[in-house]
C-alpha cells in the first residue's frame, strides 16, 4: 500500500515547524512503530488513537505493519494535539482507494484524541496556525472550540470538528453526522485571559501634581522604553505604573495576532474567546519563582509572564528585593526583546517586547532620606547598600528612563485650579506619536524607538550636529556608557515625536539626558508639551 501523508505542527516554544506524518501499513511482524523523535506523550499516541479509531466505527490495521513517521526525524515532537494527524493518517495509508490520501493535500490536522474518538482542545492552536499559513498551507482542522482562534490567521480555511468520525466525513466529502459538544479545556490548566479589570477604573487625572514624572511615563509610553521610578513609600509610583496601560494605543493586527498566539501557548484563553486586543498589564509578586517569570515548567514547556506582557507592560514593584537569579535574568529580554528557555535537548523562545516598569524605594523600610532631618530610616547601613546595589550593573543599564518620585507638595495638592491631564488626553498625543514611528520603520521588524537598533539609529535617523556631539561628550566625560548613549538616542527621537519635531536637536537630547540620567528636565520640554 502507498504511504499516506498527513499534516501537523511541531512547536519549539512560539516557533513552529511543519511536520509530516507518514504512515506506511504493510506485511511484516504486527507491530505499530513510532519514530521521529516522539515524547512520552506521542508515545501514548499509538493506543490512544488505536482506541479511537476502533470506538469510532473505523478499522485499525490489526494484522499489519504500522510505521509512523514523523519527519523530520531530527526534531524533537511533543504534545498531544499530534493525535489526529497520526489516527488519520493511519486511515489514509490503510485505504485501499486513494480518496482519503488525496484529500489530506494541503491540511493540516492538530486535535488531541479521547478513547470514544472526540477531540480535545490543546495550547498553541493559533501559533500552530500561522506557522501553517506561513509554509503555504490554507486548511486547518482544530477542536471546534478552538475554530475562532485559527480563524484569526488571515486567508485560513478553517474547520472545527468534536469528533474523529467528523473529520473523516468532510474528508471523504460524505455528510458530516453529529457528535457530542467538545468540553472547552487546554490541558488541564484552568487560567483564564480575563485582564485586570480594576485597571479600567484608574486614569491619570486621578494623579495630582508630579509633572516632571507624568512627562517621563508619557515618554515610555510613546516610545516602547523601559522606566525605572525611585522614591519613598507612598510617593504614587505604583499608581503612576497602574495607570501606563490607559494612555497605551491599542494594539495594532499584527501585534494582537502576536500576544493572542502567546496566551494560547500559555494555555490562558477560553477556547471561543478570538483574538485579545487590550494590552496586558503583570505585576508579579516579587516573591515569584523565576519559571513563572520567564518561563519553563515540568513536562512542557510555558511562557512566563515576561512573555505574556508582550506588547503590553510588566511592573515589578519593589525591584530590589527580587531574586538575584531573577534580576540578571532580565538582561536578555531587555536588550533583545525575547526569552531562551534551555532545558536538555529542549530550547524555547518566546517573545518578550513589553515594557518594563520598575519601582522600589529608597531602602527596604521605605523612610531614608539624605535629608538628615526628614530621615526616619531604620535599615542598617549595610542593609541598605545591600539594597541599593541591585540597582546598579548591568541590568540597570538596559533601562532607558530613571525618575526619582517625590511626595507632591502641599500647595500643589489642595489647588482647587489644578486640573491634571487625563489618560484620554496623553494617550492621544502617544497615538500620534507612535503613528509617526510607525511609517518611519515600515517594513521593519520593529515598530517603536525603544527597539530600534543602534546602528541603524546612527546610519539612518542620526540627530542633528550639535546634538551629536553633546551625546558623544557624555559618553566620552563617563556620564553614560556606550549602552546608555545608544538609550539616548532613542529617548531623543520619541522626545522628537511627541514635540511633532522632524529631527532632534539640542533640547530634545538635553530631555533625553535628564529622563535617561534622572536629572532635572529642562523648562522647554514640559512647556512645549504643555502648549501642544
Known sequence: MPVATAHCVALEGAVGHLIDVQVDVSQGVVVTSLVGRPDASINEARDRCRTAISNSQFEWPSTRRVTILLSPADLPKRGTHFDLAIAVGVLAAADKRSTLRDALEGTVLIGE????????????????????SARGFHRVFVPEPQAAEAALVPGMSVFGFRSLAQVIAELQGQVVPDAPRVDCNTSGNL???????????????????????RYAMEVAAAGGHHIMLTGPKGAGKTSLAERMPGILPDLALDEALELTAVLSLSGVLEGDQGLVTKRPFFAPHHSASRVSLLGGGTGRVRPGEISRAHHGVLFLDEFPLFNNDIIEALR????????????????????????????????????????????????????????????????M??????????????????????????SAEIRERVTAARRVQSERYAGRSWRVNGQAPGPLLRNQWPLDDEAAAALDEAIYAGTITRRGGTRVHRLAWTVADLAGVDRPGPVELETALGLRTSQPLPAKALTRRAAG
Open 113 to 132: 484524541l479521547t478513547l470514544d474518538g472526540r477531540l480535545r482542545t490543546v495550547p498553541g492552536v493559533l501559533a500552530m496556525t500561522m506557522a501553517a
Open 191 to 213: 487560567l483564564s485571559w480575563q485582564g485586570d479589570s480594576r485597571l479600567d477604573e484608574v486614569d491619570m487625572g486621578d494623579i495630582i501634581g508630579m509633572d516632571d514624572a
Open 332 to 395: 536578555q529580554p531587555l536588550e533583545s526583546g525575547e526569552v531562551t528557555i534551555a532545558r536538555g535537548e529542549e530550547t524555547a523562545t518566546y517573545p518578550a517586547r513589553g515594557m518594563f516598569v520598575l519601582a522600589c524605594n529608597p531602602c527596604r523600610c521605605g523612610n531614608y532620606s539624605p535629608n538628615p532631618v526628614k530621615n526616619s530610616c531604620t535599615c542598617k547601613e549595610v542593609a541598605r547598600r545591600e539594597y541599593r546595589l541591585k540597582l546598579e550593573g548591568p541590568v
Open 397 to 422: 543599564d538596559r533601562i532607558d528612563i530613571t525618575r526619582q518620585i517625590t511626595p507632591v507638595p502641599k500647595h500643589i495638592g489642595r489647588d482647587p485650579l489644578h486640573r491634571p491631564e487625563t
